[in-house]
Antibody, heavy 116, light 108 residues
Framework: EVQLLESGGDLVQPGGSLRVSCEAS????????MSWVRQAPGKGLEWVSS????????YYADSVKGRFTISRDNSKNTLYLQLNSLRAEDTAIYYC?????????WGQGTLVTVSS | ETVMTQSPATLSVSPGERATLSCRAS??????LAWYQQKPGQTPRLLIY???TRATGIPARFSGSGSGTEFTLTINGLQSEDFAVYYC??????????FGGGTKVEIK
């Protein structure tokens, strides 16, 4: 069974940085693209970024391009999202999601709060 | 960017009745459309992909239809556990992958 476990969410000041992680199990991690989707408090879903299985292709929403970096360590079955130059509008639950186009497995999410 | 618009924002339905949710794309997405259900405090759950294919374990009372720019999610015989927020998402024209704003199905 696919399992995704996020960690790393925290309270950070505007302009600060944070790295969130997603540990995966139950499937051959390196064979699948992975994605991050976020949800601001009381709001809808927003795709953030995706990465191919071999990590040679990455994709970003315009709202985070140049500030966030997606990466993965296939030896550790772990997906990462480095969040830099954080803004108040980046406050959200960040979900790790299995695959690229649509998402049949989601992690429980990790909360990133950007506030002074 | 393909903008996804869902209507209505809120749908009041009595248990046992049918709910019909709409999703419109700003340009054709072919049949590359998914539907999700999200209950309060829970993660989204994939219901439908390919516009009409039910995901694993999804009851037959959930059905999806449409192609191009107009899509519908129908829930027949609403049960108590179906009251939730529903999102559509296109994966035809990306990046970015885009979601609709959601339809909340509430008890009438």
């Amino acid at each position: 069974e696919v399992q995704l476990l996020e960690s790393g969410g925290d309270l950070v000041q505007p302009g600060g940085s944070l790295r969130v992680s997603c540990e995966a199990s139950g499937f051959i991690f390196s064979s699948y693209a992975m994605s991050w989707v976020r949800q601001a408090p009381g709001k809808g879903l927003e795709w953030v970024s995706s990465i191919s299985g071999s990590a040679n292709r990455t994709y970003y929403a315009d709202s985070v391009k140049g500030r966030f970096t997606i990466s993965r360590d296939n030896s550790k079955n772990t997906l990462y999202l480095q969040l830099n130059s954080l803004r108040a509008e980046d406050t959200a639950i960040y979900y790790c999601a299995y695959r690229l186009y649509y998402y049949d497995f989601w992690g429980q999410g990790t909360l990133v709060t950007v506030s002074s | 960017e393909t903008v996804m618009t869902q209507s209505p924002a809120t749908l009041s339905v009595s248990p046992g009745e049918r709910a019909t949710l709409s999703c419109r794309a700003s340009q054709s997405v072919s049949n590359n459309l998914a539907w999700y259900q999200q209950k309060p405090g829970q993660t989204p759950r994939l219901l439908i992909y390919g516009a009409s294919t039910r995901a694993t374990g999804i009851p037959a009372r959930f059905s999806g239809s449409g192609s191009g720019t107009e899509f519908t999610l129908t829930i027949n015989g609403l049960q108590s556990e179906d009251f939730a927020v529903y999102y559509c998402q296109q994966y035809n024209d990306w990046p970015p992958l885009t979601f609709g704003g959601g339809t909340k199905v509430e008890i009438k």
